[in-house]
DNA sequence: CTCGTTGCAAAGGATTTGCACAAGT
DNA sequence: ACTTGTGCAAATCCTTTGCAACGAG
């Protein structure tokens, strides 16, 4: 049952097998989160009552969390929390880690084989099995480096 | 006089330096997050709280939050985003990383050589510099993972 | 028709901020 | 004394929840 196809079409399949319904705010919300690279549960909301369907009508802040959290469920989307406050949402569609800056909060994304020797490690030294798509590193990135010199983060 | 206790010294120093005062509440946050190996602000107050001097007061939550934030620009705490809401604190003794299993919520500590190679990766490919103190790697702990077998996180 | 879904509003928890007073130097 | 630090309370921010009406299957 398990087929791993791309995220685009399976959200009405997903929903059937589990009895669930395909409701326009939630397709709204996937198209959203799919668009937009790494967005917020609020730049989500935001976006949707930008586009705001034919009808005028953007889906509700709650309705917005309520489906965030169910097409993780459904394995469409992840979530990654960047650091402080907002977690970022992106398509399931391949792999990679975010990598953000203290300084500007820039959002890089890096190959997800980064993090393999460390996995592998932490596999066999703790049992540990880490999600890489729930990693995000932090550090600074060149440019702020180059701007700030190597002062510490404040 | 200023006695020659352990942490209390690096702090007056510092504290000195940038014409700041010694507080009691300063000294007790400082102690409390050395004493807890990790801790959320949160965890700090309560532990205040618990401890509360022979005064019987205990530092107010914003004045936490305050010094905690201010303990950082001294150098002498990290902190690190564990995942969703809850920043975690510790003394900036010697470096380690964090590793959070999300079923559970349990933290491991593990080398932070761990990410050398991932870190000098990631400053050839991008002039990105790792702050190895600040990063947190999600996964499933040993426990967790027999219990739900190979459970998808939810 | 039945039950999952939505919108709205209010509830909550966590962190921050404004201020006047207390305290460190 | 002068300036920083603290407590208190109110203000924010982000997210969750209760509930009646709505709509997909």
Redesign the interface.
């Known amino acids: 049952m398990a087929d791993s196809r791309d995220s685009t079409a399976p959200l009405a399949e997903r929903l059937r097998a589990r009895g669930l319904r395909l409701t326009a705010p939630r397709q709204r919300v996937l198209a959203a989160v799919t668009a937009l690279e790494h967005a917020t549960p609020e730049a989500i909301g935001a976006r949707l009552r930008d586009e705001a369907g034919p009808d005028g009508t953007a889906p509700d802040t709650s309705t917005v969390y309520r489906n965030l959290e169910l097409l993780?469920?459904l394995?469409l989307v992840w979530h990654t929390?960047l650091?402080?406050g907002a977690?970022v949402y992106h398509a399931a569609e391949h792999p990679h880690l975010h990598?953000v800056?203290?300084s500007c909060g820039e959002i890089?994304s890096?190959a997800p084989d980064?993090?393999d020797?460390?996995a592998e490690?932490?596999a066999a030294?703790?049992?540990?099995?880490?999600?890489v798509g729930?990693?995000a590193?932090?550090?600074?990135?060149?440019a702020c480096?180059e701007r700030t010199g190597s002062e510490?983060?404040?």
């Open positions: 993780e469920r394995g929390h650091g402080k977690p990598v800056c203290q890089a890096a980064l993090l020797s460390a490690r932490l030294d703790l049992g540990f099995t880490v999600d729930h990693v590193l932090s550090g600074t990135c060149r480096r510490h983060p404040s």
